[in-house]
């Protein structure tokens, strides 16, 4: 099955800046793009929070009201990766990110469902402190 893995995260101050990486490989549905992607974000006892998503090609994106301005996703198909920039960081931003795969070329207007994902990494960590 696709795997996916995240890397890039750390801690950083509000205010500061963060790319995420996630590398693909592995795939049984075509090719990395196929895939629509998306970053999805985590803290104990909430529900996983669709962070933004791009259609397979890169020509369609989705964020997050709050993370619009800030974050921008991105994807390069040429070397299976895509990629989460983080910019003004919050302290509401704490959390475990995920990048996800679904299987179609268009992520459709309920991008932000983790049940529409049918991949997973295993999540980075990012923390930002006040």
């Known amino acids: 099955q696709v795997q996916l893995v995240e890397s890039g995260g750390g801690s950083v101050q509000a205010g500061g800046s963060l790319r995420l990486s996630c590398a693909a490989s592995?795939?049984?549905?075509?090719?990395?793009?196929?895939?629509?992607m998306g970053w999805f974000r985590q803290v104990p006892g909430k529900e996983r929070e669709g962070v933004a998503a791009?259609?397979?090609?890169?020509?369609?994106?989705y964020y997050a009201d709050s993370v619009k301005g800030r974050f921008t996703i991105s994807r390069e198909n040429a070397v299976n990766t895509l990629y989460l920039q983080m910019n003004s960081l919050k302290p509401e931003d704490t959390a475990i990110y995920y990048c996800?795969?679904?299987?179609?070329?268009?992520?459709?207007?309920?991008?932000?469902?983790?049940?529409?994902?049918?991949?997973w990494g295993q999540g980075t960590q990012v923390t930002v402190s006040s």
């Open positions: 996800a795969a679904y299987a179609l070329f268009v992520c459709g207007g309920d991008w932000y469902r983790a049940t529409k994902y049918n991949y």
């Open positions: 592995r795939y049984t549905y075509g090719s990395y793009g196929s895939y629509c």
């Open positions: 791009i259609s397979a090609g890169g020509g369609t994106t």
